[in-house]
């Protein structure tokens, strides 16, 4: 779902403005994004996951650490691995480095960092870019309207019971149990029950 927007507005956007390639990151939790798209070269790609750039990339530190806009040549964090002048060997010459973040200690970040081998992004062409990565933030945003049951029945599902089981430990008919993962399994948009709990997880719900 979120896959397929990310797919339409790099058609509106993303690929258009930012030609050498992007990469977008939304709704990052612990560890991970809920969903990710890379069309960076593919060489650089590779190069940059061989070299381990990603602790001491200077845009990825900004991006973890800012929210806004900020082209790659104002960055001025340090860059002792000469990531920004490497990434220039591969068509990458300039670039802007986008961030949106939820307020409020458990708020999820999504950024993307935009490329172009020709010049400098306008500011024009940042303020559509920041919009667009604004709305795919906002469109990721996990439901509010589970309820307590449901979400506790998804967690349960998780820990690897079964419905059975989470009858039998909640007191409740296995026909409430299963009622309840259907309910969870519509508001999160999730074909099955497996994708009702890995989007859940992935929204940081259970």
Known sequence: ?????????DGMAFRDLAPAGHY???RIGFAFPLVEQNLLPRSWVEHYTRQNF????????WLYGHAGAARWSAITLPDPKHVLAQAALHGLNYGVAICFDDPGPKGQRSFGSFCRSDREFLDSEITVLAKKLEWLHRAAAPPTNLTRSELEALRLVKDGMLVKEIASLLGVSEGAVKQRLKNAKLKLGAKTGSQAVSAAAGYGLI
């Open 1 to 9: 779902m979120l896959d397929v927007a990310v797919q339409a507005h």
């Open 24 to 26: 977008v990151a939304l």
């Open 54 to 61: 990603m602790l001491v990339d200077p845009v990825m530190r």
